[in-house]
């Protein structure tokens, strides 16, 4: 019969502990160790100033205006908010007065443009009211929730993650930033955006199902929110596609227009 020394067992799970450890570095410590390459800070141009903002997640809101929802088949007066998250480095940045390129994506045949407000925050936490809950806002930006629509619904069709449909390179289009100081908060104001002159999305903040202050108040039931984070607050209604060459052109009431070419 074999009998198992304790001691030994004891020993050996010493030693692999102090093996373990021994080349191993403190975790406050490894906080400054180098990196072994050097990854690309993702930021946003702030309008009036010359610091950046850094990001930290980009959140989405779905079908957050009703006759969006009803046009992509779901109840707006049942549905609690939803959400997805963009990959931060899918921003591409679009300066002001320029009309910037953007690259018609890979796999599609079905590219989607949806104009969005954008609010970018300077602190979070959880479970924040809604009444408190602007006052974590740095700023707004104009933004383009683009989208692979033809994978996004191939993919909701069977019950799959959006993934391939919403987050890929580019697909977070957004202008500046512009600070809350200068523009305060926006609850209502015109938004539309045309394709080569013709207006295809037209409709009013007002309309939003769930408010910027609402959507922060859910986002932080589900999520720690923090500082650099940002939120597509939700597309109007008339999504629809764009292809190679079509130039679009986003507007928001009280911001600067926002422009791109789909190349
Ligand atoms: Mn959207």
């Known amino acids: 019969m074999t009998t198992i020394d304790r001691r030994t067992v004891l020993a050996a799970g010493a030693a692999a502990m102090a093996g373990a450890a021994t080349p191993s570095t403190p975790a406050a410590a490894q906080g400054a160790a180098k ?40 109840d707006p007066n049942r549905e609690p908010p939803f959400f997805f998250q963009k990959p ?10 320029q009309v910037a390129d953007h690259p018609y994506p890979s796999l599609t045949k079905n590219y989607h443009h949806e104009v969005e407000l954008v609010a970018a925050l300077k602190s979070g936490g959880t479970n924040i009211s809604p009444d408190k809950a602007l006052d974590h806002v740095f700023g707004y930006a104009l933004g383009l929730d683009m989208t692979r629509r033809d994978l996004q619904n191939e993919m909701a069709g069977m019950k799959k993650p959006w993934e391939i449909g ?5 697909a977070a289009v957004l202008g500046p930033i512009h600070p809350v100081a200068k523009t305060g908060h926006f609850t209502k104001g015109a ?73």
């Open 88 to 97: 931060t480095d899918a921003i591409q940045n679009v300066p002001t007065g």
């Open 35 to 74: 990196p072994v390459f050097d990854v690309a800070a993702v930021t946003i141009p702030i309008v009036g100033q010359s610091e950046v903002f850094p990001v930290r997640r980009i959140y989405c809101i779905g079908r957050n205006y009703a006759a969006h929802a009803i046009e992509r088949g779901s």
């Open 166 to 170: 919403k987050s890929f390179d580019h």
């Open 191 to 263: 938004i539309s955006l045309a394709v080569n002159g013709t207006v295809r999305q037209n409709s009013n903040l007002d309309k939003m199902i769930w408010s910027v202050a609402e959507q922060i108040a859910k986002l932080s039931e589900a999520f720690e929110l923090k500082a650099g984070d940002i939120i597509y607050s939700g597309t109007p209604e008339n999504v629809g596609p764009v292809v190679k060459g079509d130039v679009l052109l986003c507007k928001l009431e009280g911001l600067p227009d926002m422009s791109i070419k789909i190349v």
